[in-house]
Nanobody, 125 residues
Framework: QVQLAEAGGGLVQVGGSLRLSCAAS???????MGWFRQAPGKEREFVAG????????LYADSVQGRFTISRDNAKNTVALQMNSLKPEDTAVYYC???????????????????WGQGTQVTVSS
């Protein structure tokens, strides 16, 4: 079992930056981590993922070059640095975990077994 708790959401203007963090507890060994988001009336979508060893990352096309995912296994944390934010980035952001060893990452929502409660990000124009 893995427990996840996000923090760092808020209100930011277009072009601004936010840093989300996710604190993991429980059996976190060999977990690949991901960030997803869900806007009102839309499906939950993949944003970014990182392998257990931190060597591999994956991004949705819509955030490539603007967002950066990172992890610190010693502290059991995952972060999502979001720059050049746009109104369409407004959503509830969720941290998620799945047991995948080594370099593996998943961008498929249904593969993730553990989810945080979400944190709201609002980008105002």
């Amino acid at each position: 079992q893995v427990q996840l708790a996000e923090a760092g959401g808020g209100l930011v203007q277009v072009g601004g930056s936010l840093r989300l963090s996710c604190a993991a507890s429980g059996r976190t060994l060999s977990t690949s981590m991901g960030w997803f988001r869900q806007a009102p009336g839309k499906e939950r979508e993949f944003v970014a993922g990182i392998s257990w060893n931190g060597r591999h990352t994956l991004y949705a096309d819509s955030v490539q070059g603007r967002f950066t995912i990172s992890r610190d296994n010693a502290k059991n944390t995952v972060a999502l640095q979001m720059n050049s934010l746009k109104p369409e980035d407004t959503a509830v952001y969720y941290c998620a975990a799945v047991y995948k060893f080594g370099n593996l990452i998943s961008n498929t929502r249904n593969e993730y077994d553990y989810w945080g409660q979400g944190t709201q990000v609002t980008v105002s124009s």
